[in-house]
């Protein structure tokens, strides 16, 4: 058996196996897509196969859709070549229960797998057909937070933005430039109205996208290669849209054990890709159960009935208060606190961090002490109830290969929303004393001893992409495990830095105690444990 548009139209090749198969015929999903498409992704890796693209197959499967997605990937074309295109667009979904058992079922909601750029002349022929059809209902994203930035921790443009700000919209490279280039053509087809969802787990994602999107515009407006209406069509919400979502649900590397499994099921040519831009990534996505999508109910052209697959439509501030207790308190922060510490102390997986009573403790006090405190209710969803979940069952599941390496990857880009805003808003709130706050200073602190580039044992440690990491590591050059450091503000250019944390640590008075912090746990080898130990006080 092979994934392919061939075998998945035996069913009795599959009828060992137990996975789940399509319902929907898949040749007549492709062929609607390809004359009237209504949906494109942009970013076509583990989250969008194992969830995104779950959920239209359900409406496939009940009769409620007859258009699949296209897939769009911008950045690694590799994941088109060696995944998509050889496979047919399909996919296997790999549910990890808690209990070790996996549940199963191929994805085929994908018709088209198209490398976003200009040098592939034929997929961006094919986008720019697309975003001129007017069924075209949505275009959405998971391209996580670095994708929608411009500039670099100076302020200034990117290389890229810059180029594409001065060369226009013909032969666009940043993803953004790419976007706004395809509205482009959209707009010169009449203006015809989109939804633009990103959907990633970025604080005011919608906003963030927007605001991106018009910056370059206003480029081009000003060096003359688009006209000032185009403008007013990007701001006009009845023509181009901006929802806010909240998305989750944790889709880690692709597992070996899973591999194995699937590969004992008769499904050949499974195996596990490490692309040259360090993309893991298989024809199999493993993942957990739980998920939880909510979308501000806001689409100009019409939408799919999403809700009938557990989509959560409502208004834009109900998205807010759930966006922000996810990744502001509820999940997203102590991800990365242990993907911090993991890395220093020389864990491989999430799960068995949850083992450790100190690590544990520590999210338990970031979650439950530092930031339910400010937590608005959102009513759909209960946030006693979401971080009960979080810390008892999905962190701990050991079923759920994820790895604190790669929650650690783009740390500088998350961290403004995951503290950042719990911070700000502590400020900002007189009944709250910011100086007061002990974990949260702590795995900064401790994130300023990941730079360093050496673990609690004194060794080389590899650490995770980040577009600030070459950077961020010059502020930490000259620091060593034992050496005496001068006293005042070693950390400055890092902890001053507004556009990481949201607001200057010192001027609030957090720069000195994770100064403190940071000295203890350079006092030599094992040291960050013990400063762990120290403050947690299990």
């Not at 910056?215 to 990007?234: H, T």
Request: some cysteine; overall charge negative; glycine content about 8%.
């Amino acid at each position: 058996m092979r994934l392919n548009r061939n075998d998945i139209g035996n069913l009795e090749l599959w009828q060992h196996t137990g996975i789940e198969m399509p319902k929907f015929d898949f040749e007549k999903m492709v062929a609607a897509t390809r004359e009237n498409p209504t949906w494109v992704h942009f970013g076509a890796g583990n989250i969008f196969r194992g969830f995104i693209a779950a959920l239209q197959q359900k409406l496939l499967d009940s009769g409620e859709a007859d258009t699949g997605i296209i897939a769009v990937e911008a950045y690694d074309f590799e994941i088109i070549d060696r995944i998509y295109k050889p496979f047919d667009n399909l996919s296997l979904l790999v549910h990890m229960n808690a209990d070790g058992s996996l549940y199963n079922k191929v994805i085929a909601s994908i018709s088209e797998g198209l490398a976003g750029d200009t040098s592939r002349e034929q997929d961006w022929e094919r986008l720019k057909e697309v975003f001129c059809k007017p069924s075209l209902q949505m275009a959405s994203f998971t391209v996580t937070e670095k994708g929608y930035s411009l500039t670099g921790m100076s302020g200034d443009c990117l290389p890229d933005v810059k180029n594409d700000i001065e060369n226009g919209p013909k032969e666009p490279k940043n993803l953004i430039a790419k976007v706004c280039s395809l509205l482009l053509e959209r707009f010169f087809c009449g203006g015809l109205p989109i939804a633009m969802v990103s959907m990633d787990n970025c604080s005011h994602n919608g906003e963030i996208l927007q605001k991106s999107m018009l910056s370059i515009a206003k480029g081009w407006i000003e060096k003359g290669f688009a006209d000032k209406k185009f403008m007013a069509y990007l701001s006009n919400p009845s023509k181009v849209s901006f929802p806010c979502t909240m998305i989750d649900k944790i889709t880690p590397r692709p597992s070996e054990a899973v591999c194995n499994a699937v590969s004992k099921l008769g499904i050949e040519d499974i195996k596990i890709v490490r692309t040259s831009k360090n993309t893991f990534i298989s024809q199999f996505v493993n993942a957990e159960k739980p998920q939880y999508l909510v979308i501000e109910d806001h689409f100009p052209n019409g939408r799919m009935k999403l809700e009938e697959a557990g989509v959560i439509f409502t208004d834009r501030e109900t998205v807010e208060r759930v966006e922000r207790m996810k990744v502001t308190t509820c999940l997203n922060p102590l991800h990365t606190a242990l993907a911090v510490f993991g890395n220093l102390l020389g864990y491989k997986l999430i799960a068995d961090e949850m083992k450790n009573p100190y690590l544990k403790r520590l999210v338990e006090r970031i979650g439950y002490d530092e930031g339910m405190p400010v937590v608005v209710n959102p009513g759909i969803l209960q946030p006693a109830a979401f971080i009960k979940e979080v810390i008892e069952e999905r962190l701990p599941n050991p079923y759920i290969p994820d790895t604190p390496q790669r929650i650690a990857c783009d740390t500088s880009q998350k961290i403004p929303v995951r503290f950042g805003e719990t911070i700000k808003t502590y400020c900002s709130n007189p009944r709250l004393d910011v100086r007061g706050l002990t974990y949260i200073p702590l795995t900064i602190a401790a994130w300023c001893r990941y730079l360093m580039g050496v673990d609690d044992c004194g060794n080389i440690m590899e650490l995770s992409p980040d577009p600030m990491l070459e950077e961020l590591r010059e502020y930490v050059k000259g620091i060593e495990l034992g050496s005496i450091q001068p006293e005042g503000y070693m950390l400055k250019p890092i902890l001053s830095n507004e556009r990481i944390f949201g607001s200057n640590l010192y001027e609030i008075g957090l720069g000195d105690k994770i100064e403190g912090m940071f000295k203890e746990m350079i006092e030599g080898k094992y040291a960050v444990k013990a400063v762990l130990e120290k403050y947690i006080h299990c």
